[in-house]
């Protein structure tokens, strides 16, 4: 039981390259989110999902979007990237919505460049 | 913006000795919760507290929560080396919202 699974662990980009960040959960979690850990911020939300097919805008969306095409995965996508984007990207599921715990997978360190 | 604002910034004890961490929110919230962060790895979920408990206990861990000074303490007994981490609160309103957490270190 793997719980929630980021991939890449970590990626170097270029100022401009594109990419996509993938989360997979085995829970059968409904919700799904994205978060960016950056020092003395602690996290900060950037999209999430209350379902298949669903996505919404969290606290700091721009620059980023999402898709929830299979229950399992979410991916967070950057269309062009920037150094502000250098970060720590946390993906979290849960049963339920925020009163409910959330679990985390172990994160995705991104350096652009 | 951050919801919950966590004091210390940094704790460094000695082994066996106890862990007081608090957590300072703005607005009226749903439930608060714990989680701990290892370095370089995710977070993992502590305690959740509902707005209408005043304290919760988890093995060596003991939560309070004050709705009227809007304000949590997390409290960890017997400290363990193992114990080092970043903690956070999280206060769950109309969504959830982490602060910056507390970077605990406990000496052996």
């Known amino acids: 039981n793997a719980g929630v699974t980021q991939t890449p662990k970590f990626r170097v980009l270029k100022t401009g390259q594109s990419m996509t960040l993938l989360c997979a959960q085995d829970m059968n979690h409904e919700y799904m989110y994205w978060y960016r850990q950056d020092p003395g911020m602690g996290l900060r939300l950037i999209h999430y999902s209350v379902g298949e097919g669903t996505t919404a805008k969290g606290e700091v969306p721009d620059g980023y979007n999402v898709s929830r095409l299979k229950k399992q995965n979410f991916l967070l996508g950057l269309e062009s990237a920037a150094p502000s984007q250098t970060s720590v990207y946390f993906c979290?599921?849960?049963?339920?919505?925020?009163?409910?715990?959330?679990?985390f997978g172990d994160g995705t360190r991104l350096s652009i460049l | 913006s951050q919801q919950g604002e966590e004091d210390p910034q940094a704790l460094s004890i000695q082994e066996g000795e106890n862990a007081t961490m608090n957590c300072s929110y703005k607005t009226s919230i749903n439930n608060l919760q714990w989680y701990r962060q290892n370095s370089g790895r995710g977070l993992v979920h502590l305690i959740l507290i509902r707005s209408n408990e005043r304290e919760k206990h988890s093995g060596r861990l003991r939560v309070t929560l004050d709705t009227s000074k809007k304000s949590s303490s997390l409290l960890i007994t017997a400290s363990r080396a193992a114990d080092t981490a970043s903690y956070f609160c999280?206060?769950?309103?109309?969504?959830?919202?982490f602060g910056a957490g507390t970077r605990l270190t406990v000496k052996p």
């Open positions: 999280a206060t769950v309103s109309n969504d959830m919202r």
């Open positions: 979290a599921s849960s049963y339920a919505g925020s009163n409910q715990p959330q679990h």
